[in-house]
């Protein structure tokens, strides 16, 4: 007889039962056969990997689910295997792109929606990396690539991992910036995305929970290289340490089970032309937080400074005349 699973293990039968009252929980649309796919082609990244939930506050949005991998394959070509992604789809370039820098370092992740299938594929370059890397490789079209002046202008220089949005035909590029985060920098940041500045208060709340040096996430159209939304995380918040969340994303927490050996809640605040909302993503299995805590992302309460990134700042610096 097969030994039963630890209770911090992926179980793929417990997840489909999940899955089910989750988005239940949340009045999120669910696509069974779907999630049957997934699974099968991507047991091993589920067994080996993390996996956590993630929604937003808006009304009747996915409720998604990912693994962060701890395994280095091909996750595009096995969703283009199983018909979950068009092997012609534009963006599919930029991953392979991503993926091969470094010397094939980059390490490929999945995200899904319950009710639609793949949603994103992430890519974690192994480190901090140069903006001018990442975002200069000749599969991204010349107005994304344009988009670098901008960001090293708000001393936005150094990625550690980004994720392509196969359905909107964008990809979130998350920056480390030094801090610490103040009102201006917060204001010069938003400005990016053009939508109207937000209350006085709210500003004051994301200040008080994004680390000291803060991770945002830019979303970039592929095509046009504008750019849609801005975000910042607080990682690894304790439920009893939440900051004001909207009802769906307090009913989310709530209802989303966790098997991890330490719970990880994470909150965004994202900021776009087309609205503003909040994000939340939480542990289920395979120890999201030891990943998060491998790729050098900072939690609630820790001091929060990267001292590579200040490392390298100096050198740039240094290199530049003391230019940041």
Not at 57 to 66: F, I, N, V
Not at 113 to 121: I, N, S, V, W
Not at 162 to 173: E, G, I, K, P, T
Not at 222 to 251: D, M, Q, S
Request: charged share 20%; with cysteine.
């Amino acid at each position: 007889m097969p030994a039963l699973p630890t209770e911090q293990e992926f179980d793929s039968e417990r997840f489909r039962a999940d899955v089910r009252a989750t988005a239940a929980g949340i009045g999120a649309p669910i696509a069974h056969h779907i999630t049957d796919t997934v699974l099968d082609v991507f047991r091993d990244n589920f067994a080996q990997g993390a996996t956590l939930w993630k929604t937003t506050s808006q009304p009747g949005d996915q409720l998604s689910y990912r693994f962060f991998s701890r395994l280095k394959m091909d996750t595009v070509g096995l969703a283009v295997e199983a018909g979950l992604l068009d092997a012609g789809h534009p963006t599919v370039p930029v991953v392979a792109a991503w993926s091969g820098l470094y010397d094939g370092a980059p390490v490929q992740s999945g995200d899904f929606d319950a009710g639609r299938g793949l949603a994103k594929t992430w890519v974690y370059f192994g480190g901090l990396r140069p903006a001018e890397d990442i975002l200069s490789v000749p599969a991204l079209p010349q107005p994304v690539q344009a988009r670098l002046k901008d960001f090293l202008a708000l001393g936005l220089a150094h990625i550690r991992f980004a994720a392509v949005d196969w359905r909107h035909h964008s990809a979130n590029v998350y920056f480390r910036g030094q801090g610490p985060l103040d009102t201006a920098q917060f204001a010069r940041i938003h400005a990016l995305a053009g939508s109207p500045p937000p209350a006085g208060d709210l500003v004051a709340e994301v200040l008080a929970y994004v680390p000291e040096d803060y991770c945002v996430a830019i979303t970039l159209d592929l095509h046009t290289g504008g750019i849609e939304r801005v975000c910042f995380y607080a990682l690894k918040v304790p439920k009893n340490a939440l900051p004001r969340i909207p009802e769906r994303i307090a009913r989310f927490l709530e209802v989303a089970p966790s098997h991890d050996p330490e719970e990880c809640n994470v909150i965004g605040w994202s900021f776009g032309r087309s609205g503003d909302y909040v994000k939340a993503e939480r542990s289920y299995t395979g120890n999201m937080a030891e990943i998060l805590a491998g790729w050098n992302c900072f939690f609630h309460g820790e001091e929060g400074r990267d001292h590579d990134l200040r490392a390298l700042q100096q050198h740039e610096g240094s290199a530049t005349g003391g230019a940041r």
